[in-house]
């Protein structure tokens, strides 16, 4: 299981919050679980499946997020204040694994041919 040290230290992660890390780790981990059973995953480095769990904790804080109305973007200056939606984001089931699986990709080689 990957910590928020490692996350902090090695990874530099730094927009998830030391309280959500536990659950978004194990959620990224049991979806790495999942890449292992379904395809050939290999890490070429020491540390990439750690990389790439923080990586994708990192995207399901992000849509987290977006689903809970998180991603505002405001200003203010003096006494006028103006706050705004940013632009709307796919957080559908689809994007989301399209993501994860993207995140993943970029500390491991996903092979998703025949074994």
């Known amino acids: 299981m990957v910590t928020y040290d490692f996350y902090t230290d090695s990874y530099l992660g730094d927009s ?18 999942r890449y292992n059973r379904l395809y050939t995953v290999t890490a070429p480095e020491t540390d990439s499946e750690n990389m790439a769990v923080c990586a994708m904790a990192d995207a399901l804080y992000y849509f987290e997020s977006a689903q809970n109305g998180g991603i505002v973007t405001s200003s203010s200056i003096g006494s006028v204040s103006s706050s705004q939606k940013a632009d709307t984001v ?3 089931p689809s994007a989301q694994e399209k993501e994860l699986y993207r995140c993943a990709s970029l500390y491991l080689d996903i092979y998703r041919g025949c074994r």
């Open 90 to 92: 796919d957080i559908s």
């Open 16 to 33: 998830i919050p030391e309280a959500d890390f536990p659950r978004l780790s194990k959620r990224a981990g049991e979806q790495l679980a």
